[in-house]
């Protein structure tokens, strides 16, 4: 079975760091781009950052700069690192894959979702 595994969910004040971690197993890990998506109470779900099966990453406009995605083709493992986190990050934070990054374009599209991890930012 596909399993999408996001974890490093929390509750953070202001300004903290985080780095959230998605484990992948069940497909061939390489072939695929991974991808975050979030969504907050009350709000649409929004693609945050996705990496290639090449290595080629995205990250939506509006974060670039504090969020940072890699990749371990050998532990197919994601890694999402977020830098100075402010309380609109707060949302459920979802690990997704794919054969193509569509996350930003179009999350729905995206082939296997994870349970999300939530990230919580208050003070």
């Known amino acids: 079975d596909v399993q999408l595994q996001a974890s490093g969910g929390g509750l953070v004040q202001p300004g903290d760091s985080l780095r959230l971690s998605c484990a992948a197993s069940?497909?061939?890990?390489?072939?695929?781009?991974i991808g975050w998506i979030r969504q907050a109470p009350g709000k649409e779900r929004e693609g945050v950052s996705c990496?290639?099966?090449?290595?080629?990453?995205y990250t939506a406009e509006s974060m670039k700069g504090r969020f940072t995605i890699f990749r371990d083709n050998a532990k197919n493992t994601v890694d999402l690192q977020i830098l100075t986190l402010k309380p609109e990050d707060t949302a459920v934070y979802y690990c997704?894959?794919?054969?193509?990054?569509?996350?930003?374009?179009?999350?729905?599209?995206?082939?296997?979702w994870g349970q999300g991890t939530q990230v919580t930012v208050s003070s």
């Open positions: 990496i290639s099966d090449k290595g080629y990453s």
């Open positions: 069940g497909f061939t890990f390489h072939d695929y781009a």
């Open positions: 997704v894959a794919g054969l193509v990054c569509s996350v930003l374009t179009n999350p729905s599209a995206m082939d296997y």
